[in-house]
């Protein structure tokens, strides 16, 4: 057995070929020095049913489509704006400031405790969900975000975004509450409602007596910097260190929020859930917040660096960049290893935590999924048969996920029911 692994801990009928046996991705040291420097070309092996690798090699054809849209995308509007030789010299500049507190190993030196008492506005909801509860209520909540950015180098730049300046979040809330509450983190410019409260399945989750919020992620929505192409586009296109700040922000202004639900409106328990993006946030935060009851990441990208070097052709034009600046990929992984949850050790137990991913994902491959999961202590994990964008068995790996709410006290037994996938 390894590192404390159960054979309950893969609790969905797919697993790793080898999943009892091989040993952890990584060691003791820094990740980013130790991960094998061929990880973006490593597969990940699974047992597969001949309608599982069907399924699975469908799903990958779509992802792979997208993922050469995107990265055709990100390449022209991103890599221009954030990632030139001028501003790849400027991040080396800031590369020993972060590195520095990464190899610390203590995420309280990057992610700062915010003040109390930050004022949260809740207004009656304007968007149109397709649920709306009798019981309850719609909220629109959104509060000025105190954050400043750890490095004072790029305290004015990153501030003059004034529209980032205002954190967003959405609840379903019911009048007899408080009551448990998940908070759901979207993905990279997936921040419209509708299809989160779908995806997500809130009203579900919602009529199982939890409340529910969703929580928007800096440069999305309406916190997108001026002129954005898309939603999104400013927390990648300022390059590695406004990359590291965006991911602190995340964090401080989520914990903004559980201070309020707290002690304002009294809930005792938050859980984390989050997709792509938001899978990596909820991650990060199980590094950081120990107030959360878990922490359930779903196709969760982990390092960036090693991400973009299969997403063609970004990952052409980063490798031309990295060679001549003399740059190797250690280098560009220690750009973002203060923002990485790989750097810290999680201040959730493994019983707390839960990894749901899928065998087919081509944007955020397993992989990274896995390495989460041996640094994890191989937690509880859920592999389903389908993509980052196509959920086979969504409902399958939905039901895992309110068990282990079940378990955890988070949701009452007698409320499980099946998932309305509509």
Known sequence: MLRGMTESSVVSRIAHESCLRAPPLLAQGNWWEELDRDFARRPEGFDLAFTDRVKVGAAATFDRALRTAGAS????????????????????????????IAESGD?????????????????????????????????ALSF?????????????????????????????????????????????????????????????????????VLFTLPFHGPRQTRFSPFSGHGYFAGGPSRMNEAVAQSVFDFRILVDWLQNERGVEQV?????????????????VEDRLSFAIPNVPV???????????????LLRAALATMRLDLSDARRLVAVSCPLTYAPVLSPDKLMIVSGVGDRLAPPKHSRVLWDHWNRCRIHWFPGSHIIHMDRGVYLIEMARFMVGLGFLPQNKLTEPELR
Not at 73 to 100: H, K, Q, T
Not at 302 to 316: H, T
């Open 107 to 139: 995420p309280k030196r990057f992610f700062v405790t915010p003040p109390s008492g930050v004022a949260v506005r809740s207004e009656k909801g304007r968007w149109l969900p397709r649920f709306e509860p009798l019981d309850g209520t719609c909220e």
């Open 144 to 212: 000025e975000s105190p954050f400043e950015p750890v490095n004072p180098s790029l305290r004015s730049r990153y501030l003059r975004h004034r529209p980032n300046r205002v954190a967003h979040a959405r609840m379903l809330r019911h009048r007899d509450g408080p009551r448990p509450t998940i908070v759901a983190i979207h993905g990279f410019t997936a921040d419209w409602y509708l299809i989160n409260e779908w995806f997500f399945a809130l009203p579900w989750f919602y009529r199982m007596g939890c409340d529910i």
């Open 73 to 100: 995308m990100i390449s022209s509007m991103a890599i221009p704006v954030g990632y030139n030789p001028i501003e790849l010299r400027r991040a080396l500049r800031d590369a020993d400031f972060y590195a520095d």
């Open 271 to 287: 859980g984390v859930t989050g997709l792509s993006l938001g899978g990596f946030t909820s991650a990060m935060l199980a590094s």
């Open 302 to 316: 982990v390092s960036f660096a090693d991400l973009v070097l299969e997403w063609q052709p970004i990952g052409w």
